[in-house]
């Protein structure tokens, strides 16, 4: 770090040297942009996990229904996982409808 030596006369303290410790006690705010970015990405992910799961629930239907039982579960959680990030993007003020026509429960 280069510090300027001030002129005698001007009555302007120089500031102290700092290392690379003084800047660890700054505050950085997130990326808002970017938070609402992963967000909208997590939550269209689980919109296609649900809709596949569900998509599998026809296809075990030949299996029995302990297959079918299995399908209908996953297909549950991966509904309420995309219903939690709806949720959160509604929290956000980024409603998920707009993202893919989506409504969530």
């Given at each position: 770090?280069?510090?300027?030596?001030?002129?005698?006369?001007?009555?302007?303290?120089?500031?102290?040297?700092?290392?690379?410790?003084?800047?660890?006690?700054?505050?950085?705010?997130?990326?808002?942009?970017?938070?609402?970015?992963?967000?909208?990405?997590?939550?269209?992910?689980?919109?296609?996990?649900?809709?596949?799961?569900?998509?599998?629930?026809?296809?075990?239907?030949?299996?029995?229904?302990?297959?079918?039982?299995?399908?209908?579960?996953?297909?549950?959680?991966a509904?309420?996982?995309?219903?939690?990030?709806?949720?959160?993007?509604?929290?956000?003020?980024?409603?998920?409808?707009?993202?893919?026509?989506?409504?969530p429960?």
């Open positions: 770090m280069v510090h300027k030596v001030m002129e005698p006369s001007l009555s302007v303290a120089t500031p102290a040297p700092c290392d690379a410790s003084c800047f660890l006690d700054i505050e950085v705010p997130v990326n808002q942009s970017v938070a609402h970015a992963e967000l909208i990405a997590s939550f269209k992910r689980a919109e296609a996990d649900a809709a596949h799961k569900f998509g599998l629930i026809k296809a075990v239907a030949k299996k029995g229904p302990k297959a079918i039982q299995v399908a209908v579960e996953t297909a549950a959680k509904a309420k996982r995309r219903d939690s990030y709806a949720k959160k993007l509604d929290a956000l003020g980024v409603g998920p409808q707009g993202l893919s026509g989506a409504q429960k």
